[in-house]
């Protein structure tokens, strides 16, 4: 079969797949509770059968989505990761990212492949700086987000006042669809304003709780008895505020990224969380058309499409490959199918294609809209890419970013150097890193160029776990970088200030770095032909 010939499918049984399928990431500010909900979304969906803790104990499992070794040893997200699993008749597709602001442009891309995205905040911190800047991203595209407000079996900050955070601070209507009654360390529970029920939390060594309490309403006469005088007055007074301060829910709203709607619990006991991922099922949308620069792409339509939103190398020791993470958009995946790559202006066997699991894979036969897989295609695909049976599209842009630290890597073991460069070019394929080479320097050592300072770390730690290589990072002082171009196509001819440096890319692109944003401004007006870019 050609790789432009479209596959004719059944199309109200494509219309079920697409419909039953929840693609969504999860994002939060470092140590909200992020990885944690992650892992109890997993237990509550039977995927794994003891959720691991973030910073496990030795007796305890690590998270399913931590899968590096540096993730686990410093309990942070570094790398992005896809979780599949079946609940109650849906296919979640969950995309955990890294929360910390080094490893933002994982973040920015994997949001890329979501359709809707949960917010983590911590009950005593609110809307914290990566928090703010993740939203902004989701709300640029439009993204619906539901907010889930952790750790209210801790000490924290008035619920209404986190409310009226949310709407100033993010500029989106808040709605609660449950609401907190009593305070940590007397913390009853959360009352289910739409289902009228009263889900009482209780700490035990196993984290099970009292089973969830129906009543008729908040004037229930069995509610005072349940939960006390004082707690149940001040959960009335609550309401009645709620009822003349905060607006109906509103599906389409939500759906336009216009309002979220917000629960409260705590992830770590296991509270409240099984009900919030069936109002995740519930609320969030199926996978919905997107648009090209070409039209608008039908998830239901006979071809398939997708991009490749991330390429993360040597996930799983025994394999040692390179695996490119593809979001399917439309039509259906078949084992085998041939595709074009318009980028390549070439066609591709799909033959090795899994579905994923933090670092697990196994071999897929199928995949709908909707799905992420794992392709190893060595060479073939790199990030932004689409691969197509139809006819050449382009999906909205994959975000790049211009490197703000630099440093010069040296490698200690020059009987690797293979192991070294392989193990650079690889990373730098990641998207994690960027390499550059100084055009005046003595000897050829690669500068590494990030946005985020541990990416250095990662650097480091990943050469030598899985190349075998050890190196070190002497930092620079640079500032930032500039591509550089002449305005009518030339090879650019320019004055440098004593404290830049001239470097090339792997592209063989002409890069300048800088000092301080002065320099980079007497640079402009000294070289008025040039043209300046933030990214390659």
Not at 133 to 139: A, E
């Amino acid at each position: 079969m050609n790789a432009t010939q479209e596959i004719k499918l059944d199309t109200n049984a494509l219309k079920k797949e697409v419909s039953r399928r929840r693609t969504f990431a999860i994002i939060s500010h470092p140590d909200a509770g992020k990885t944690t909900l992650t892992e109890k979304f997993l237990l509550y969906a039977g995927a794994v059968e003891l959720a691991g803790s973030v910073r496990a104990r030795a007796n305890q499992q690590h998270t399913a989505s931590d899968w590096m070794t540096m993730e686990r040893q410093r309990g942070i997200s570094i790398s992005a990761t896809a979780l599949e699993m079946e609940y109650q008749g849906f296919r979640i597709n969950l995309l955990d990212t890294p929360g910390h602001q080094d490893f933002s442009e994982d973040t920015y891309r994997t949001l890329m492949a979501a359709d809707s995205a949960v917010m983590v905040l911590d009950s005593a911190k609110g809307i914290e700086a990566q928090t703010e800047k993740l939203f902004r991203v989701c709300r640029m595209r439009g993204v619906p987000i539901l907010t889930f407000i952790n750790k209210m079996d801790h000490p924290g900050r008035d619920p209404l006042a986190l409310l009226d955070e949310i709407e100033r601070i993010l500029g989106i209507a808040a709605v609660p669809m449950n609401w907190p009654v009593g305070e940590a360390p007397s913390f009853q529970g959360v009352y289910d304003l739409r289902g009228n029920k009263m889900l009482r939390f209780q700490r035990t060594e196993h984290n099970r709780f009292k089973a969830p309490v129906q009543v008729s309403g908040i004037d229930d006469p069995a509610l005072p008895e349940l939960l006390g005088e004082a707690a149940y007055n001040k959960l009335v007074e609550d309401a009645s505020l709620l009822s003349g301060a905060v607006a109906e829910f509103d599906l389409a709203q939500f759906l336009n990224g216009k309002m979220t709607p917000v629960f409260f619990g705590s992830a770590l006991n296991n509270f409240g969380v099984e009900a919030f991922l069936n109002s995740v099922l519930e609320l969030a949308p199926a996978p919905v058309a997107r648009e090209t620069e070409q039209g608008t792409i039908d998830p239901a339509s006979d071809t398939f499409r997708g991009f490749v939103f991330k390429l993360q190398a040597n996930i799983d020791p025994r394999h040692r490959d390179r695996m490119a993470f593809v979001r399917v958009c439309s039509g259906k995946f078949e084992k085998d199918m041939l595709v074009l790559n318009p980028r390549l202006k070439q066609e591709i066997r799909l033959s090795r294609a899994f579905k994923l699991f933090g670092r697990e894979r196994v071999s897929v036969d199928e995949a709908f809209p909707g799905d992420v897989i794992g392709v190893v295609s060595p060479g073939l695909l790199s990030i932004g890419d689409t691969v197509t049976t139809g006819e050449p599209i382009d999906f909205a842009k994959i975000p790049t970013f211009s490197p703000e630290h630099f440093g010069l890597l040296t490698n200690d073991d020059v009987t690797r150097f293979k192991q070294f460069n392989r193990g650079l070019e690889q990373l730098e394929e990641e998207g994690a890193i960027q390499v550059l080479n100084s055009e005046d320097a003595l000897r050829r050592e690669p500068i590494v160029a990030a946005v985020g300072e541990l990416q250095f770390d990662v650097v480091l730690s990943r050469l030598e776990e899985e190349y075998g290589v050890k190196a070190k990072v002497q930092r620079l002082g640079f500032s930032g970088a500039r591509w550089v171009k002449n305005s009518d196509g030339a090879i650019p001819r320019m004055s440098l200030s004593s404290g830049m440096r001239r470097c090339r890319d792997k592209r063989d692109g002409l890069v300048v770095l800088y000092n301080s944003k002065w320099e980079l401004e007497y640079f402009q007006k000294e070289n008025p032909g040039l043209m300046l870019s933030e990214t390659s």
